[in-house]
């Protein structure tokens, strides 16, 4: 029975700062969906990336900094994975953080002669991590706001842009109080990035 080999390249970025007291056993705990779905029997033997130019996993305990820029071939199941890493990593967390997870089509090649129709699978998914969703929701907030100031500068000066900002804040504060209203506070909200789905132009790596 022969195996296909697996459809994409997963790349993990993100920092997360950590509490003082979290030593490297705690943060191996978080992240043991990761190195399982590798297949590995600890966070060490997985941590390198697959691209030597890639940091992969690295914790620095001078900062209590977190540092993720790894990849590795996977499936869409992934997805499971980084979840469950990400519920893992709230429970360690000393402020909010996005964590970039982007899906790699391998047997996509934009040089290769072929269907000129043909797209490929990438995909792109922002997670987010934090002590409390209100950490979770701010740094939402910040990349939103980035975002669309950032568009919208295009046309319009930075100074005119108060009333978008106070209504960006709104739909936060309004999303904020439906969840303390409703106790739905344990899953970490998750969203598509800005850099399109399925289809879309070729998100480039990270390059270091």
Request: charged share 25%; aromatic share 8%.
């Amino acid at each position: 029975m022969s195996h296909q080999p697996p459809p994409f390249e997963i790349h993990v970025h993100g920092d997360v700062r950590l509490r003082d007291d979290v030593d490297y056993a705690q943060i191996q705990e978080a992240l043991k969906p990761l190195w399982s779905y590798a297949g590995a029997r600890s966070l060490i033997d997985v941590a390198p990336s697959a691209y030597e130019d890639e940091p992969g996993i690295r914790f620095d305990p001078k900062q209590h900094l977190l540092q993720l820029c790894w990849t590795i071939e996977g499936d869409e199941d992934f997805r499971l994975a980084i979840d469950e890493a990400c519920m893992g990593l709230n429970d360690i967390a000393a402020t909010g953080a996005p964590i970039e997870v982007s899906f790699y089509d391998v047997e996509f090649d934009e040089e290769e002669e072929g269907d000129p129709d043909a797209e490929a699978r990438d995909d792109f998914v922002m997670c987010f991590v934090g002590p409390t969703p209100a950490a979770i929701m701010q740094v939402q907030r910040d990349m939103l706001v980035q975002d669309v100031v950032h568009l919208m500068e295009r046309h319009f000066d930075a100074s005119e842009l108060g009333d978008v900002v106070a209504a960006v804040d709104q739909l936060f504060t309004t999303r904020f109080d439906a969840l303390v209203s409703s106790m739905q506070l344990g899953k970490p909200p998750r969203g598509s990035g800005p850099a399109g789905g399925h289809g879309g132009p070729r998100k480039p790596r990270h390059l270091h």
